[in-house]
């Protein structure tokens, strides 16, 4: 195969920005159609799968796919795993009850686990070093107005059509993608004479070990008690599948998981330091609605603004990083970043109560300004230093220990908002009954004091966990990234 020629580039980015998209999109949308769809299938206590159940399988996903692409190619593992999303949507869209939409959404999320790493190890397949910073930025925007864009799509589709066409839009959007993948992406052939060895083994234990933790994680506090039986069964058996997967990938010719991701001194810092970051970014996306709305008196649409202008900031942050690190270094400007989003967050509790909305909206635009200058220098510079061979398995891991950070903090986060409540209010309010209590219009000075103390207890745990990842980078990353010739 010839490579990709410089001129068919745009196309191939334009495909990559549609099915980064379609990936993001279906993080949001189905959210605002909530009600039309348990109205139609019923199974409202089975209702948080079908969010967690597109994670989970985004998530443990991620390693298979990035090895695969590293072993047979990016193209081929980008190709089924469009194919894999379009038929996921598809048989959503056909789902007659409640347990068939959330099995659907698996493999939706099966093939979403493939776009988002695929694409990603794709865009520094394509672009040079002094260029990445460019297509990754427009990945972010593509992600950025996906989030904005999703619920209110949604939102839409469930009012004027139907929820089921939430999932049919994907389809000529997918199909135009896969198309242009298919008619335009060129790869060099770069397998050896050798028959390629897959790890299957170790790629249904790291799938399995995967599942059962983040299912303790996702569910723990929610459908059960964290110290309840059920939650202690998959903890013990996720840290048992936890040492098989160590057994099967030492044993393993081309492991799923291979040793040198964390013996290499930079990919396991920037892995730790995303892994924080998971937790800094869903910390806002849990609390700030709410806050909005109960404690400053907005509806839900300017609740909603609120938390989305980081995503104005963000993207335009990272793609002028490159002119931050090209003369301080990579790892200088993550720490830059990442420790001007600790004292962001953490002056969020000296906002006065109750304030006025531009607060913590100027706050927001830092932030996603400061999480710009972290994120992506961080991921192109990781890019930079391992070979095609190993790209898509380190991109991966990028990924995954975000994914995993996010789950981690939603579950932390989730669990100091319920503890505050509580406390406050007295008995077992959480916020689940407290945003009923603000779509009733009943939100008394006590829950509005309560809500902003909670709010600022998370906001404190996402300034250190920032605080965390600045001190990673610090002592563990390189003071220069091996950024290998091209």
């Not at 198309?179 to 060129?186: K, M, P, Q, S, T």
């Not at 190993?390 to 975000?402: D, E, N, Y």
Request: net charge positive; with cysteine.
């Amino acid at each position: 195969m010839k490579p990709t020629t410089p001129g068919k580039r745009g196309t191939v980015a334009a495909a990559l920005m549609l099915a980064m998209g379609l990936a993001a999109l279906d993080s949001t949308i189905v959210s605002t159609a909530v009600p039309q769809i348990v109205g139609d299938l019923g199974g409202f206590s089975a209702l948080s799968w079908l969010f967690s159940g597109y994670l989970l399988a985004v998530t443990v996903s991620l390693p298979v796919y990035g090895k695969l692409s590293d072993t047979f190619g990016r193209k081929p593992v980008l190709i089924v795993g469009a194919a894999l999303f379009l038929l996921g949507s598809l048989l959503c869209a056909g789902a007659w009850n409640m347990a068939a939409l959330i099995a659907f959404r698996v493999v939706q999320g099966l093939g979403g686990g493939a776009l988002q790493g695929t694409v990603q190890t794709l865009a520094a397949d394509l672009y040079p070093l002094a260029e990445r910073p460019k297509i990754q930025a427009r990945l972010s925007t593509v992600w950025a107005v996906s989030a904005i864009a999703g619920p209110a799509l949604g939102g839409v589709l469930a009012a004027y059509a139907d929820w089921r066409w939430i999932f049919l839009v994907n389809l000529p959007v997918g199909s135009v993608a896969l198309w242009l993948i298919v008619r335009h992406l060129h790869e060099s052939d770069r397998r050896s004479a050798a028959r390629p060895s897959v790890d299957w083994a170790g790629a249904l234990a790291v799938f399995a070990c995967g599942g059962v933790l983040l299912t303790a994680l996702v569910q723990g506090g929610v459908a059960w008690p964290w110290w309840s039986a059920p939650s202690l069964a998959l903890f013990a058996t996720g840290l048992a599948l936890a040492a098989l997967v160590v057994v099967v990938e030492r044993r393993a010719r081309e492991p799923i998981m291979p040793g040198w991701v964390w013996r290499s001194r930079t990919i396991a810092a920037v892995n730790l330091a995303l892994g924080a970051l998971g937790l800094v970014t869903v910390a806002p996306s849990l609390v700030l609605p709410t806050y909005a709305q109960s404690v400053l008196g907005l509806g839900p649409v300017a609740a909603g603004f609120v938390l989305s202008v980081w995503t104005l900031s963000w993207p335009i942050s990272s793609a002028l990083s490159r002119h931050v690190y090209g003369r301080i270094g990579i790892r200088n400007t993550g720490m830059l970043g990442i420790g001007a989003a600790a004292l962001i967050l953490f002056a969020f509790p000296f906002l006065p109560y109750p304030g006025q909305v531009w607060q913590p909206v100027a706050l927001m635009l830092l932030l996603g300004a400061a999480l710009g200058l972290f994120s992506l220098p961080l991921m192109v510079g990781v890019q930079s230093t391992v070979g095609w061979s190993k790209r898509g398995t380190a991109t991966a891991s990028i990924l995954f220990c975000r994914q995993t950070g996010q789950t981690v903090g939603a579950s932390v986060f989730g669990a100091i908002v319920n503890g505050v409540l509580a406390a406050r209010l007295g008995g077992a309010s959480d916020l689940d009954s407290v945003t009923r209590a603000i779509d009733a219009g009943t939100s008394p000075e006590g829950v509005r004091r309560a809500v902003s103390d909670a709010v600022h207890a998370v906001y404190l745990g996402a300034g250190c966990a920032a605080a965390l990842a600045f001190l990673v980078l610090l002592f563990l990353a390189p003071r220069r990234f091996p950024v290998l010739t091209e």
